[in-house]
């Protein structure tokens, strides 16, 4: 059993996608996804425009789930241990509604294993799926770089495109020696 | 420097205190401190009572500071790395309670050194200071157990009975070899 820390915005969680949602939604105004590749976060908004919609209540409560996320953690926590590892402090009111946002997508993660934080450096596991480079570059463990479009130039990390591949990559990478 | 994790009920914040206050105020009984003594927590109080004033809106955010945690905090912050962890998914509301209160009282902490987690196994330290030994027993580095009333009898650890004993403990502990 290894124990697997995954992060929750662009990897359980899909982000990008509710920000561009809930701009266009508030400002009446279309971003092409495409204008987020190799960008810093948010960048690809008119200035300040996107933290301030994270800062928004609400906004962390609606973001939808990632696609195939919930199958394949649920299936790699039969087998793991499994933490959710989110950099929430940030944005305060962010806290609550990811513990509910958790409570009612992915009922079978315990509260034990939710880990709220600012800096990951603090996190002990075997693997780690997160989407930012600077809470990959210190861990310990074996990191996955799961894609979104800030990232997608990163080559120093193993990739993952998506929840199979991540099915894929744990079937082959703690299968029992034979 | 070292990185030191730091408890916050009990260690950073005086719960016990405070449960027995809010008590006496709502129930109009006083309970003797020493009735607390070598008892789970809790269980000095008639059967669910302290669970429910846990769960009460505001309990978390009017907790008395512990003595001397301030300042010696803010000394030890100034030569090492302090992470606050805090077992704080089991109530919701207290989430963002606890980042107030920090904040609030002890506001040299950055939000990149908090955290707000479930079993504290997944912590990675030189250092914990706890006063429950479920946190302590399964930590890889040098466990401090901080005095509360239901661990008077754990021989297990360097027990610290107050923050000028922890003070004294890393001006020792952690001082340069001459």
Redesign the interface.
Known sequence: MA?I?IDMDNVMADLTQHLLDVYEQQYGVSIDPAALDNVPEGSAFPEGVAYKILQTPGFFRGIPVMKDSQEVIKALSEQHEI?V?SAA??F??S??EK??WLNEHFPFI??????????KT????DYMIDDHDKNLSTF?GKPLLFTAPHNLLLTDYRRVNNWKEVAEYFALDTAPVV
């Open positions: 124990r820390a933490f590892v402090m940030e305060p009111h806290l609550t513990l509910a315990s509260w034990r294993n939710i880990v709220f934080c600012g800096a603090i996190v002990e596991a310990k």
